[in-house]
């Protein structure tokens, strides 16, 4: 296929999905589903990053949901218990959380492998655990209400129907945003470094800075998206923050396509309706079926079920253009 006649249906395809999700809160189309809506933008944003992180640059992290607990008690505490106007706390928050990835990124990317994989379980732990204990701060165990609203001037982000648009605005910019960065000279460097970190050093790329400022991004596109959630539900508590959160968005990434960046939506997707709608019902269990699910799809579909799913819709209109031409 062309290149000209792939980047055709990629626009096709991307005004396709912005055509649905225009018409998804409005009532008459699937109004019923605008807040679970909301949370698969949510978690699609914090999934960009891990797949930035973990899909280009080979980098495995267990902690992504620290930097999404991070952000979303920054901004709560920020705007209801200092008064600070929330987009400034929500500015503020996504600046210290990428500071503060700034800051433990050189120490914790000398490790490799396993080592890195542990550093990183470590960190989302003792952060979940400052969550729980700083009481005084964050209201412990028992969380945080009356975090205000987002507003602008006097439009008021006050109904599920106004932050469904709120959320998804953020979330195109973030896709189209880490879209741009893979296709550019950076994303060509994240992919050398993924291959063989000795192989980029030695044709000049700085492995360690790209590696950082990718988990700086990562951590910045996760405190929004931390941002956005307590200001949608307007309490914060520990629990979406902990360590099988950070495995369910490892579980997005995996199934979406760790080098997809559009397949975030869809892994977020899944799993949110898989979270939802069936694992309830199982109770404590959902921890060990969840890391079936990342076990058996590395195993058969390595590349993601989005992608896979995206190989299989391209060979079977390839199939059909041919039959098309023969008769």
Not at 115 to 118: E, S, V
């Given at each position: 296929m062309s290149a000209g006649l792939k980047s055709k249906w990629a626009y096709l395809a991307v005004a396709a999905l912005l055509a649905f999700l225009i018409l998804v809160p409005f009532?008459?189309?699937?109004?019923r589903y605008t807040t679970l809506m909301i949370f698969i933008g949510?978690?699609?944003i914090v999934t960009v990053g891990l797949c930035l992180l973990m899909g280009y640059t080979g980098q495995v992290s267990l902690g992504q949901a620290a930097f999404f607990g991070i952000g979303a008690y920054m901004s709560a505490i920020l705007s209801k218990t200092y008064g600070v106007n929330?987009?400034?706390a929500m500015f503020i928050a996504a600046v210290m959380t990428g500071a503060f990835a700034y800051i433990i990124g050189y120490p914790i990317f000398r490790l490799r492998g396993n080592?890195?994989?542990?550093a990183t379980l470590g960190l989302g732990l003792i952060v979940w655990v400052l969550f729980r204990e700083l009481s005084h701060f964050t209201g412990g165990p028992d969380g945080m209400a009356g975090i205000p609203y987002l507003s602008l001037g006097?439009?008021?982000?006050?109904?599920?129907f106004r932050r469904y648009f709120l959320v998804w605005f953020f979330c195109m910019a973030v896709l189209l945003i880490s879209q741009n960065i893979v296709r550019s000279r950076t994303g060509r460097a994240l992919r050398a470094i993924h291959g063989s970190e000795a192989a980029s050093e030695s044709i000049g790329i700085n492995v360690a800075q790209f590696k950082v400022k990718i988990l700086v991004l990562s951590a910045v596109y996760a405190s929004i998206a931390g941002s956005l959630f307590v200001h949608h539900l307007r309490f914060v508590s520990p629990q979406p923050f902990d360590f099988l959160a950070s495995v369910?968005?490892?579980v997005m990434a995996v199934i979406g396509g760790l080098a997809s960046v559009w397949g975030a939506i869809f892994g977020a997707g899944a799993t949110r309706?898989?979270?939802?709608e069936i694992l309830l019902r199982f109770g404590q269990w959902d921890i060990i079926i969840y890391g079936l699910i990342l076990m058996l799809v590395m195993i058969f579909m390595p590349e993601g079920l989005f992608v896979k799913l995206k190989?299989?819709?391209?060979?079977l209109r390839l199939r059909y253009r041919q039959k098309g031409a023969e008769s």
């Open positions: 009532d008459w189309f699937l109004g949510i978690y699609a929330p987009w400034l080592y890195l994989a542990m006097g439009f008021v982000f006050d109904s599920a369910k968005l490892v309706i898989l979270s939802d190989e299989v819709f391209n060979r």
